[in-house]
């Protein structure tokens, strides 16, 4: 049973350009979240997909979004990089909306130079 | 929206319990203690979580202040492998993680 699986691992990118980074949730699972986290501090929520909608979102710019798939997978899009953009991204999964246990995948660490 | 404070850093002999304490004064009575940990370059794993009473599971012991001002995160047996950062959090059952902080935790280092 895999786990919550992002890709790419690492990623570099210059100042200004865009990325999406992508995420399978946890088999069974419905609910896809991500996280900032950058060197030295904890995870920071960007927001929250459930049955393809965001449901939540934290205090981040709209150069930040996303989307979920019909198969639950997700994607993280931000536009117009800025240096302070590099950071490990987290992508969790659970099961349902209103969530107990989350499982985090292993991240994607992008430097933007 | 509660917020929590941790010791910045804790060592624990191996094989001797280590007890991680979080503050968490402005907990509401809806919201719930969550502990993760995260070892380093992997994501945070999800440990326990409880409300009000004290809870058990393989990982480690949560025991809650009757007041649930704060609580502590028991590690019966600390191995090499329990070396993490360890993030206390506080979050609504039925809500989501909005405007949950994870802060930055404690650095729990076990020694030999």
């Given at each position: 049973?895999?786990?919550?699986?992002?890709?790419?691992?690492?990623?570099?990118?210059?100042?200004?350009?865009?990325?999406?980074?992508?995420?399978?949730?946890?088999?069974?699972?419905?609910?896809?979240?991500?996280?900032?986290?950058?060197?030295?501090?904890?995870?920071?929520?960007?927001?929250?997909?459930?049955?393809?909608?965001?449901?939540?979102?934290?205090?981040?710019?709209?150069?930040?979004?996303?989307?979920?798939?019909?198969?639950?997978?997700?994607?993280?899009?931000?536009?117009?990089?800025?240096l302070g953009d590099s950071a490990l991204y987290l992508c969790a999964s659970s099961l349902g909306f209103r969530n107990t246990?989350?499982?985090?995948?292993?991240?994607?660490?992008?430097?933007?130079? | 929206?509660?917020?929590?404070?941790?010791?910045?850093?804790?060592?624990?002999?191996?094989?001797?319990?280590?007890?991680?304490?979080?503050?968490?004064?402005?907990?509401?009575?809806?919201?719930?203690?969550?502990?993760?940990?995260?070892?380093?370059?992997?994501?945070?794993?999800?440990?326990?979580?409880?409300?009000?009473?004290?809870?058990?599971?393989?990982?480690?012991?949560?025991?809650?202040?009757?007041?649930?001002?704060?609580?502590?995160?028991?590690?019966?047996?600390?191995?090499?492998?329990?070396?993490?950062?360890?993030?206390?959090?506080?979050?609504?059952?039925?809500?989501?993680?909005?405007?949950?902080?994870?802060?930055?935790?404690?650095?729990?280092q076990v020694i030999p």
């Open positions: 049973d895999a786990g919550v699986t992002q890709s790419p691992t690492h990623l570099i990118k210059t100042r200004g350009q865009q990325v999406t980074l992508r995420c399978s949730p946890k088999s069974g699972h419905d609910t896809v979240s991500w996280y900032q986290q950058a060197l030295g501090q904890g995870p920071q929520f960007i927001f929250q997909y459930y049955e393809e909608e965001e449901r939540q979102r934290g205090n981040f710019p709209d150069r930040f979004s996303g989307h979920q798939f019909p198969n639950y997978s997700s994607e993280l899009n931000v536009n117009a990089l800025l246990e989350a499982f985090f995948g292993q991240g994607t660490r992008l430097t933007v130079v | 929206d509660a917020k929590t404070t941790q010791p910045t850093s804790m060592d624990c002999a191996e094989g001797r319990a280590a007890n991680l304490p979080c503050n968490h004064s402005t907990i509401s009575g809806n919201e719930y203690v969550y502990w993760y940990r995260q070892i380093h370059s992997q994501g945070p794993q999800y440990i326990i979580h409880g409300l009000k009473n004290n809870e058990t599971n393989e990982m480690a012991s949560l025991i809650i202040t009757e007041d649930r001002k704060s609580s502590t995160l028991i590690l019966p047996h600390a191995t090499l492998r329990d070396t993490a950062v360890y993030y206390c959090i506080v979050r609504p059952l039925s809500g989501g993680y909005q405007k949950v902080t994870f802060g930055i935790g404690t650095k729990l």
